[in-house]
């Protein structure tokens, strides 16, 4: 039976087009004893590297490089027989995709004219049009065009055939067979008319002839092959696949070479800076081992090659201290010591345990790992600089895959079965997607949806498989990929969404396998808040601190106290339910502590089992014991218990014989594991290995158990050593600085975990003074103002709501030095209608018009604005004023948050919630004993670990409550806990020392006495 090669054949990155997965597409062909599989996804190669990745696994397969293209009635595929004919498809790629905008492409004759090196292969149309592209094509491709004929077996597979055959013979053009391919299974026919519908944005009950007619567009067995072609053209297939040599292996990157200067050698002018930099960490000398590590460090990069991957990342934090732009380096390789003398990062790695192995490993021959966050409302300059330096021809963002989840798999499912936009709607509104213990079929059951309706069966499978396909190409969050020559040589570019952006067709999972460089470019807001809070300080005559200045006076014991207490709103990572849960149990009392704290409270350690016997241990409850010496070394820092990623890497090094690259890839399979499972042959190779040495077997298993932990979210020592300077310089800064801190936090948002209401009120519970918005004294942005002899913060007009920029500006451009002189005044700058009713909702022309309904009373009274009368008194009495409850709704509607009241001290004054705990009189309740409270819904978190539980946060007038809710319970009274705004929870108190939590029993929503309030929960974060 002839050999075959499939050689047209569409991946679901061809979006909305193909119906299975590359790595599926691969397996199947190998399955059916295919030769080789091309992957010809239109207009890219999105998916190749899934593709090439899972074809090591079947070497008896070949793969082929290549991509479609569509010009007017012309169909053809080009294949890359050698690496030029690959550069020169990613050239064809990028100059099609950047012609046009994000999603798109518009390809030019001339592209297809340059072709050189390709393999050209056509599918007729069937159409008269055919002649034309025959003979075009001839002139062009004559020595590399091929004719491509497929057989779908519809109702026109035999005229269509007959006019393949007719055009082979006129035009003397080499016929090869393929099978056009959309999917690996005919089983997956009922999603291609889905995705088909998706595409075309109708239900499939009205495409008709638009939907394929069979299955035959799926890989086929090699019989049914050969009863549907001529031997020699299923031979061609194969001779076309035999000249396609090209391998993704063969891709080498280039690193740019314009971060040395010229005739200098990049590792001499590496070690110059590192010696510099030495100098400058360590005035008083190098220590010896501090020097021999550095020696140590440089020699392997060196040997790998990698001087000019940390000249660029210097080159980058340069040009940041340049502009005074705040930066933090972190991972494996910036929290070595090179790193630190090159000021990358502000750790000092005498104070963590790096494990070498992670810094760069010689068997993973790959870069390290450097990430860089920068402020993020100021990380734009940088990545303009990127670009300025080496142009848009040589870098470009890493692509993001966006991929179905489950709430948008049902919603476009869901259309695409003509289901009621209503029904969708309801169903999806009243889904908990984060409950484990119950699938979300059985969710929709118990929503009324019929299980026995063909219809909704069709629903749930479809949907079930359509998450996980990607949807399309999104720009990475600030992975850079920067090369030595134009970056289309290694893969195409095309343009994303927001513009003067440019993304390549690959993301960061494809960059790793194919070892390519890739620098990131992150954006941090706390580093923009501890920016703006040294600004404040500086300009109200404190003085000018930088992140060195604060972790040099070293651990600071009023801080650390706040911290213990959890007094963390605000706090960088120690800020969440969970973070501030621990904070009283572990006690950290200086800056190694913060990074085990910052560490413990993951997924891994939490799963791993590893919390309690820490604490148990830290707190003298249990001895510290070790097998042996060696785990000593390890485990010592952290009690025996493996906290960090790092430290489980080097047990297996250690205890089990691992070399450095094993163990390095142990943690890759670590990180995959829940996705593609791998874990297996390491746990042989762990067991065997702890036993050979003497370790007892249940502790061996134990390791493996842990590891699986880990492999869920292990957070790396190098990370939390980064996170854990920036945790306590904003605890400092909030402990000594709260008013410019608080500033600074409301003038950086959006970011962290409160919003700017629960912020504010925090800052009232400490102390600090909040000003309202006011036309005569604020200014855009939040600032400080005196409040006695204390300063206080002075709520910004970016605040109000509907407020533009350009209002905010032009009013600030004509306010006089002593503020308006009255509402007229103030209405000769003309702003918009919209602005002066904003402003007049927020309550910021209090100062001008008195209360809300005076200044809207005063605004539409038209006549003031005639010359005559411009000059009478704004002010107008009223008989009614606003009430204090309607100034907390408005507050709420016009700015997000009131400084008048707390809607749940007005509720309970107006009688409405019956009694009730205040979060302030919980600490004083018996544990175990029966209590109600109620407040905002400021938050539901559902972490990973968490086994179904919720975390809701509650908030009334005195503080927050954490409230938890067991999944049983939020199931039983779904409707109040998806949708209440104000929430009354009768429960059980649960205290752990200072810790107190409420076990919600019954969910009572009360948001229908408070319709009007808009406030918006952080859910699920």
């Given at each position: ?406 709430k948008s798999a049902l919603r476009d499912v869901g259309k695409a079965l003509a289901i009621p936009a209503s029904q969708i709607d309801f169903f999806i ?321 959006p970011m962290g975990f409160y919003s700017p209401s629960q912020l504010m009120q925090d800052a009232t519970r400490h102390q600090v003074s909040v000003l ?65 009713q904003a402003l007049a909702s927020s309550g910021a022309l209090a100062a001008l018009a008195g209360n809300r309904y005076q200044a809207r009373w005063a ?163």
């Amino acid at each position: 039976m002839s050999t075959y090669a499939e050689l047209v054949c569409c991946s679901n990155f061809s979006f909305l087009e193909g119906a299975s997965h590359p790595e599926e597409l691969v397996a199947q062909a190998a399955t059916l004893g295919y030769q080789a599989l091309a992957i010809t996804d239109e207009c890219s190669v999105a998916g190749v590297v899934r593709a090439y990745q899972a074809q090591r696994d079947y070497p008896q397969l070949s793969l082929i490089i290549g991509s479609r293209f569509r010009l007017h009635a012309l169909d053809i595929v080009l294949l890359c027989p050698t690496q030029a004919a690959y550069q020169e498809l990613c050239r064809i790629i990028t100059n099609a995709r950047r012609r046009s905008h994000k999603g798109d492409y518009q390809l030019s004759e001339w592209d297809l004219m340059s072709v050189r090196h390709g393999l050209v292969l056509w599918l007729p149309s069937g159409a008269e049009s055919d002649h034309h592209w025959a003979t075009w094509l001839l002139r062009y491709h004559a020595e590399r065009l091929y004719l491509a004929v497929r057989r779908d077996l519809a109702d026109n597979d035999h005229p269509y055939l007959a006019h393949c055959r007719m055009l082979a013979s006129q035009y003397e053009l080499r016929v090869t067979a393929c099978g056009d391919v959309l999917m690996h299974h005919p089983e997956r026919l009922a999603l291609h008319h889905t995705l088909t519908a998706i595409r075309h944005r109708q239900p499939v009950a009205a495409l008709g002839r638009t939907l394929l007619p069979n299955a035959e567009r799926a890989l086929r067995p090699l019989p049914k092959l050969h009863a549907l072609f001529p031997p020699e053209w299923l031979a061609e297939s194969a001779k076309i696949a035999a000249q396609c040599q090209f391998s993704l292996a063969r891709l080498k990157y280039s690193y740019p070479k314009e971060v040395v200067p010229t005739g200098e050698p990049a590792m001499a002018y590496l070690r110059e800076a590192v010696k510099q930099g030495a100098q400058q960490r360590f005035p008083k000398g190098v220590p010896h081992d501090v020097g021999a590590t550095i020696e140590k460090e440089l020699a392997l990069i060196e040997a790998m090659d990698y001087p000019y991957y940390f000249l660029t990342i210097y080159d980058l934090v340069r040009f940041a201290q340049s502009r005074g732009i705040l930066y933090q380096g972190r991972g494996s390789a910036a929290n070595s010591v090179v790193c630190y003398c090159l000021g990358i990062t502000a750790v000092d790695p005498c104070k963590v345990d790096v494990l070498f192995e992670r810094f760069i490993s010689k068997e993973r021959d790959e870069p390290p790992d450097i990430d860089v966050d920068f402020e993020h409302q100021r990380r734009e300059e940088v990545i303009q600089y990127l670009y300025q330096k080496y142009g848009r021809e040589r870098t470009a963002l890493a692509a993001t895959v966006i991929r179905y989840r489950l709430k948008s798999a049902l919603r476009d499912v869901g259309k695409a079965l003509a289901i009621p936009a209503s029904q969708i709607d309801f169903f999806i509104q009243n889904l908990n997607r984060r409950d484990k213990t119950q699938p979300w079929g059985q969710q929709l059951q118990q929503l009324g949806l019929d299980p026995k309706s063909t219809k909704s069966q069709q629903w749930l499978s479809l949907t079930q498989t359509l998450i996980g396909f990607p949807r399309h190409l999104s720009q990475h969050v600030g992975g850079f990929v920067i090369a030595d020559g134009p970056l289309y040589e290694l893969v195409p570019v095309e343009n994303a969404a927001m513009a003067e952006r440019t993304v390549i067709q690959w993301d960061k999972d494809d960059l790793e396998t194919l070892h390519l460089m890739k620098v990131d470019v992150l954006a941090l807001g706390m580093l923009t808040a501890i920016r703006r809070t040294f600004d404040l300080i500086a300009q109200t005559g404190g003085p000018r601190l930088s992140l060195a200045a604060i972790t040099q006076q070293g651990d600071d014991p009023a801080v650390f106290a706040r911290i213990q207490h959890a007094d963390t709103v605000g706090v960088f990572q120690i800020e969440s339910r969970a973070q501030m849960s621990m904070l009283p149990r572990l006690k950290p009392a200086c800056y190694y502590d913060l990074v085990i704290q910052i560490a413990i409270v993951r997924p891994g350690p939490i799963q791993g089992d590893m919390v309690h016997p820490y604490l148990k241990r830290r707190d003298g409850e249990e001895a510290v014991s070790y097998p042996s010496k060696a785990v000593e070394q390890v485990l010592a820092r952290t009690l025996g218990v493996p906290i960090f990623q790092e430290q489980v890497i080097k047990l297996a090094m250690v205890a089990a014989g691992f070399s450095g690259g094993e163990a390095d890839q142990l943690r890759r399979a670590m990180a995959a594991w829940k996705k593609k499972g791998g874990l297996g042959p390491f746990r042989d190779k762990l067991i065997a290995g702890m036993t050979a040495r003497g370790y007892r077997a249940d502790f061996a298993e134990q390791l493996y158990r842990q590891i699986c932990g880990f492999g869920d979210y292990g957070f790396p020592e190098s990370h939390s050593a980064s996170f854990a300077v920036l945790a306590y310089i904003s605890a400092w800064l909030k402990h000594y600085y709260p008013a410019a801190f608080y500033t600074a936090l409301l003038n950086s948002q959006p970011m962290g975990f409160y919003s700017p209401s629960q912020l504010m009120q925090d800052a009232t519970r400490h102390q600090v003074s909040v000003l309202p918005v006011c036309v005569q004294h604020s200014g855009a942005d939040h600032c400080l103002e005196k409040v006695g002899d204390q300063w206080g913060v002075r709520l910004g007009l970016r605040l109000v709501k509907g407020l533009s920029v350009a209002a905010i500006d032009r009013l600030l451009a004509h306010r006089p030095e002593s503020g308006f002189a009255s509402l007229s005044a103030l209405q000769e700058i003309n702003l918009d209608r919209d602005a002066y009713q904003a402003l007049a909702s927020s309550g910021a022309l209090a100062a001008l018009a008195g209360n809300r309904y005076q200044a809207r009373w005063a605004l539409m009274d038209q006549q003031r604005q005639l010359p005559l009368l411009a000059a009478s008194d704004d002010a107008v009495e009223l008989p009614h004023s606003p009430s204090q409850w309607q100034n907390v709704i408005e507050d709420y509607a016009a700015m997000g948050l009131s400084l008048t009241d707390h809607p749940i001290r007005l509720m309970a004054q107006a009688g409405t919630l019956g009694r009730f705990t205040r979060s302030v009189e919980l600490s004083q309740c018996a544990p175990q004993s029966w209590v109600a409270v109620a407040g905002v819904v400021t938050g539901k978190q559902s972490p990973g670990t968490a086994s179904g539980v919720i975390f809701v946060t509650l908030e009334d007038d005195t503080g927050n409550i954490n409230v938890v809710v067991w999944a049983g319970t939020a199931r039983a009274q779904s409707r109040a806990f998806m949708q209440a705004k104000v929430l009354k929870v009768h429960g059980i108190v649960e205290r752990q020392g200072e810790v107190v939590h409420v076990i919600a029993g019954k969910l009572i929503d009360l948001t229908p006495t408070l319709t009007t309030l808009s406030v918006a929960a952080r859910e699920f974060r």
